[in-house]
């Protein structure tokens, strides 16, 4: 019960499977708990052996809450829970359904500058610019990719400049330089906050750097607990990007995987990863967290274009502002 | 051991997991066997109760394997494994290095014409897409990547003709027409039979699709056992249209996953899916099966193009032929 207890701010979807005869108020209050935040089902399991219970049923009933009779052993009812759940997951909304189509029209060129570093990884990309390249095609546009050595050959190949330009965080700076101030420019790191996140909260977060003092600390929070490389981005360069932006004496914890709320009261300012291993509750439940104990949050995009001075420029295509 | 053998032809490093004490005839067999086709570790486990054998170490030697000694207990010489691993993977040739490199020259314009069905992933492309596009970039050029719908739009834009367009072979009648004849087209199912499998084989195979008669059998062979769809393009449409094109009256069989080679003397033509599922090594063995038997294979995307008449166009942009 604890470990359920522990899953519940990231689920989007909860099965209790229970029996008609061990259902009682254990699962009445799990059931309960589990409401005010996601979406349930309760599976009444056995039903070769058990019999259905139908008090217990209206209980259920009472609350809005799908339920279904089946056995695992006689395979009876499981077509029907694999309908419920398909019927119940499409309703369910977990991800903002459009990445970039409130920013582009029909027939819009959309330049992608992808640096292909030592991190990419081999023969592919990364996730966060295949699913950039679908939603361009999904709103019927036009999506050119190139790396940043390419850039400004590539706009040179259009009729007309592209109608935005996304670039990966850790070339902002060189592509702001060849991107003419009219054309609108944004990472991907910001883009995929307003899809993982809280932009606005994020854009304040951001703000923020300006005010740290000597003696502040800052935590680096990672969602995954992944290898880190000799000049891991969240260990490495952005400590020092920060550091030689503000000027200031600064300390950087790092935090990878999970946290409690109290360990965050000591910092400062929270700078999150782009969280491409958790979902959207989960990183909204870690804004809560950084809201609860007033502490200003912002993330890795954000916090790169920032001490790289071009921050203003990269927010300003967002309507949110 | 019979499970073993079974994989032989599909992998590219074996590692041998054994102890010096029962290292024996069988293993000796099993090394012989699998270094005629693959790279090969030798593992001697539980050298923390086992104790080396000096005599077999240079056996093992003597036939130029690598071979560690380690204790999965105790974590002995554990990372010394991961080098080696890491070091006889690197020199591994499992795939061709590039997909497009020898057809694109820098700061080429490639297009690629990406259709968004039903059959397309939620917010994803589709590998063998992503994989070109990478490959692209690595090559200097520039990806221009859009739907069939927006595919002239696109060529407007442009201040010349693409060097190249590449679309899925599903829309090949559609991009043919739209794209003018001097500009060199190819399909995303082409350029990966070169990549996984024998292009020149799959080419003259195709070619049999015109001397087929009636009655001839058909194999349509499935590199694995995917939930067929309605309009599954190996059951239904692939067998729709060879018969549209060819008038024949013929009878199309599907096998899914492995099969025996005595199995296919009955067919006058085999058609391989682009095996997205099985490496090269696996799809060559499938090609020297046809071979034994003199049966003309190719895959889904060279026979679509056939049977749309737009073959001839489609192999034109390769030097291999």
């Not at 709320?261 to 439940?285: P, Q, T, V």
């Amino acid at each position: 019960m604890a470990r359920t207890k522990e899953v519940i701010h990231k689920i989007n979807l909860a099965i209790v499977v229970t029996t008609f005869s061990t259902f009682d108020k254990l699962e009445l209050d799990l059931i309960d708990e589990l409401k005010k935040s996601t979406d349930v089902i309760v599976v009444f399991n056995k039903n070769d052996i058990d019999v259905i219970d139908k008090e217990k049923e209206n209980t259920i009933k009472q609350k809005g809450i799908s339920f279904i009779s089946l056995s695992c052993t006689t395979g009876n009812n499981i077509e029907e829970l694999r309908k419920l759940l398909v019927q119940t997951g499409s309703k369910i909304h977990v991800e903002n359904s459009t990445i970039i189509g409130d920013l582009i029209k029909q027939g819009d060129v959309v330049m992608l500058v992808v640096p292909i570093d030592l991190g990419a990884p081999k023969g592919r990309l990364i996730l966060p610019q295949v699913q950039v390249i679908r939603d361009i095609l999904d709103n019927d546009a036009v999506a050119v990719t190139v790396k940043e050595r390419e850039l400004v050959h590539a706009m040179a190949e259009l009729k007309k400049p592209p109608a935005l330009v996304i670039c990966d965080s850790q070339v902002i700076l060189k592509v702001s330089g060849d991107v003419p101030d009219s054309i609108p420019l944004t990472t991907f790191s910001i883009l995929f906050s307003r899809l993982k996140g809280d932009f606005k909260e994020f854009v304040n977060g951001t703000r923020h750097i300006d005010k740290l003092k000597d003696g502040d600390r800052v935590l680096i929070m990672e969602a995954c607990t992944h290898h880190a490389q000799s000049d891991d981005i969240g260990r490495v360069k952005i400590p020092r990007w920060i550091r030689q932006y503000t000027g200031k004496n600064l300390e950087f914890d790092t935090v990878a995987g999970p946290y409690m709320d109290k360990d965050l009261l000591k910092y400062n300012l929270i700078i999150s990863c782009g969280a491409c291993m958790i979902n959207r509750k989960e990183m909204l439940s870690r804004i809560d967290s950084s809201r609860t104990v007033s502490i200003p949050i912002t993330n890795y995009g954000m916090a790169i274009s920032f001490t790289q001075g071009v921050f203003e420029r990269v927010v300003k295509p967002f309507k949110e502002l």
